[in-house]
């Protein structure tokens, strides 16, 4: 497993859930994406059958992916790839540096790639003395910050225009703008420049059709495409999990993808990369190496409810949607994968110093609603909590949070008579009744002080009805 997540996620959550500017850019990021996804989806009456289609597939390939994977395999080698099985994020780390070692490279053009940052590559290519370029604008702009992505497709999706000028004018020396085409035109001169010189590339796959041996990679830059073709030597990496049997399935996927992600009908780059340079060709790279990595995967697999979020296709949507997400941002949740998906995968990937964030949940049940391949994040954050609770090793609180979950555990066992909690529920109605102003009580005693210093309470009804058990919305 690799070392991430490295902070206190209490800490740092404390921190964000302060920080209004944040937020404001959050709101402002996450608003036009789903605007934009609006409009798309609204434009497209087959979007709910694909998703039908692109859940049904990618289940069906979870549940055949020792077959696929040994089919993918055979493909690769025989159009000219290497491949390499990483059992974790060491030995996939060792491999890709000791090769770029041994090709002499000094530095390294990296395209957007999640899984190079769930195994930490670039302090590993700094420590071998390799310097390691991200290309993908966002990524470059994180890295010269020094810090990580904070979204999983937008990586400086905590960052204004006005910040990105300030860190242009302060790293490269230029006078200040906020325009987005003249800051996007200075990295884009800088980096191809580097793109020219660059021996050794590296990107993630987004799909990997075993059918064929053919890695997909969608982008909207061009720089996926350059750093897999102008080096001469080629690596992409992946999880087990990315790996689709035929190259007719593809399109359902993509049909959901740059919708889900950024609004978009469709993605400017799918490059299809199906092996390294053959005899007569001109371009793309003399040797290609393919990364499979499982660092954890096959665990999830094992578990039959959290194998289920290994169909996830890393399009963010369910980020965007969070209310959690939107409140504290990417960094806050000390994993390279934050927001609902974040939550399942990290505790897997990086183990107990995870294990906090499965909690880390309204189970508003948004992220369900978006999920383009229907993943239902809720229950399988409510079995990740169940596990980190009644486990082997459940977690240990923080000394602070003991006492709520006291009082959680204390509510459990009395909401277990109904008559008492209606009881309580209309004596606590007449008590509060003075507080109350239309319907909501702005102010309320300690330890729910916390809840009213941020929103308002709703008023507990004396005669509201209960749902029924069938209205109550399954999770
Ligand atoms: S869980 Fe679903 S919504 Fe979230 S990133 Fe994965 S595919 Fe997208």
């Known amino acids: 497993m690799a070392a991430s997540p490295k902070g206190d996620f209490f800490d740092s959550s404390r921190a964000a859930v302060q920080d209004r500017e944040l937020q404001r850019k959050l709101e402002s990021a996450s608003t036009r994406h789903l605007d934009h996804f609006a409009i798309v989806k609204a434009e497209f009456p087959l979007y709910e059958a694909e998703k039908d289609a692109a859940h049904r597939i990618k289940t069906d390939a979870i549940a055949h992916l020792d077959e696929l994977l ?4 055979d493909k690769l080698h025989a159009n000219g790839c290497k491949v390499f099985f990483a059992e974790n994020a060491e030995q996939a780390r060792k491999y890709i540096v000791d090769l770029a070692k041994a090709k002499g490279a ?118 996926g495409r350059l750093s897999s073709s102008m080096p001469d030597t080629f690596v992409a990496i992946m999880g087990i999990e990315k790996v689709i049997p035929r190259l007719a399935d593809l399109s359902h996927f993509l049909e959901i993808l740059a919708r889900t992600a950024t609004g978009q009908k469709l993605t400017t780059y799918t490059s ?23 660092n ?4 999830m697999l094992a578990d039959p409810v959290l194998r289920e979020a290994l169909n996830c296709i890393r399009c963010g949507a369910c980020l965007n949607v969070c209310p959690i997400y939107r409140r504290i941002g990417g960094h806050a949740y000390k994993s390279v994968y934050p927001g609902p998906i974040g939550s399942i995968v990290s505790p897997n990937l990086f183990g107990s110093a995870a294990g906090y964030l499965p909690f880390a949940s309204t189970l508003c049940g948004a992220c369900k609603d978006i999920c383009p391949v229907k993943i239902n994040i809720p229950r399988i954050l409510l079995h990740l909590r169940w596990k980190e609770t009644e486990g082997e090793r459940p977690l240990k609180w923080p000394a602070a ?52 210093k941020y929103r308002n309470f709703p008023r507990p009804h004396p005669h509201k009805r209960r749902p029924a058990s069938s209205e109550v919305r399954e999770p």
Request: hydrophobic fraction near 40%.
């Open 70 to 73: 040994i089919q993918l395999t």
């Open 106 to 223: 000094t530095r390294v053009v990296k395209g957007k790639s999640m899984t190079t940052e769930e195994i930490e590559l670039n302090p590993a290519f700094k420590a071998a003395g390799i310097d390691p370029v991200e290309t993908d604008l966002g990524e470059y702009i994180v890295q010269l910050r020094g810090e990580g992505p904070s979204h999983i497709i937008t990586p400086a999706i905590h960052l204004s225009k006005e910040d990105i000028g300030h860190l242009f004018t302060e790293q490269f020396g230029i006078e200040y703008t906020s325009e987005p085409e003249k800051l996007t035109a200075e990295a884009r001169q800088r980096l191809r420049a580097i793109f020219l010189t660059a021996d050794f590339g590296i990107t993630g796959v987004n799909f990997a059709i075993a059918e064929t041996g053919t890695l997909i990679v969608v982008e909207n830059e061009g720089n």
């Open 272 to 294: 299809f990369i199906s092996g390294p340079r053959r005899e007569g060709e001109l371009d793309g790279p003399r040797e290609m190496h393919v990364v499979i990595l499982d």
């Open 296 to 299: 954890g995967r096959s665990a």
């Open 401 to 452: 949070l003991e006492g709520a979950r006291a009082g959680a555990r204390r509510f459990a066992g009395i909401a277990r008579h109904p008559r008492t909690i209606r009881m309580l529920g209309r004596l606590a109605a007449q008590m509060l009744k003075p507080f109350a102003h239309n319907g909501y009580l702005r102010r309320m005693p300690s330890p729910f002080s916390n809840w009213t």
